[in-house]
């Protein structure tokens, strides 16, 4: 007797999809690690190739008409581009690279590529913060190496320098003031005394110390007390000058600073969008298997 031993209606369980699905990530880190590196790379090159072309406009007497207002603008330009198409590529190349983990629709797909260009641009953002930050610390170890040195190198100076930083000599020296010539080193370390004193005093020297400085001129030097009272005066109006062309340096430098930091703040949103952009176009050349044969083509 023989019977038939055909089994119908197996149902066949995989589990083993569903538990990848559960334990895998959307976020494709190798993608976005090479999409970093990749802009960290390009924004190098430029950088490097930018830098080459502004060393060549610092000689301004070999280049009439470079400012440095235009170099200025032209550096920003240059910063700018360098920035934003730097972190498009790398988006770009993180799309394309990105592998789809359970896309259900094309616009989430197009969500979750943008998003990795997003992880591409802050990644690299820290990056680039991270080695700022580690330039200026070695900025400043060597900074302070240095000040370290000359600080002990100014300990071993003889005593009357101790003098030139006394907050006090100022005022001590106003009570032994008399009309008698004193030593030329003495009457000069006096004068710049008063003149430091003065500094603090939004550079007003009094009538006072005018008068003292003038008879101190003309006992040092036999100009008569007229000529002394010139020399005194031109000496105090060039000082004042100095001092008001620092202050305009400091004001030019923290305009320049604020402006550079909002430059950098709006170029570097720019730069996002356009890494997320970017990230969405080169998912979709993925996605349609889009090949670029004039450029990329085999040999």
Known sequence: MSMDSTTTGVAVIETGAVGDRDQSS?????????????????????????????LNFVDFNAREGASGIFIGIAAASW?????????????????????????????ESDLRDGAHGLLVWGGAMIVGAVLALS?????ANAVGGAVSTATTAA?????????????????VDTLYRSNQPTDAGVARDEAGR??????????????????YLANSVAAN?????????ARVDQVIANVEAARQKAIEAARVARNTAIIAAFLLAASSLVAAIGAYWAAQKGGNHR?????????????
Not at 80 to 103: E, K, P
Not at 155 to 171: E, K, L
């Open 221 to 229: 030097t036999g100009l008569s007390p007229e000529e002394a009272q």
């Open 26 to 54: 959307y976020v494709d880190w190798a993608a976005i690690i090479a999409g970093i590196v990749f802009a960290s790379a390009i924004s190098l090159v430029l950088v490097s190739f930018g830098s080459a072309i502004g």
């Open 287 to 299: 996605d349609k298997n889009t090949a670029f044969v004039d450029v990329f083509r085999r040999f």
């Open 135 to 139: 330039g200026i610390g070695a900025t």
């Open 79 to 107: 910063f700018l581009w360098v920035q934003i198409s730097s972190f498009m590529a790398g988006g770009y190349l993180t799309g394309r690279l990105r592998r789809r983990h359970f896309d259900a629709t094309e616009d």
């Open 155 to 171: 300990s071993n100076v003889a005593g009357d320098a101790a003098d030139a930083v006394d907050p006090n000599a100022y005022f």
């Open 194 to 211: 008063i003149f430091a004193q003065a500094a603090l005093n939004n550079g007003t020297v009094s009538d006072e110390d005018r008068t």
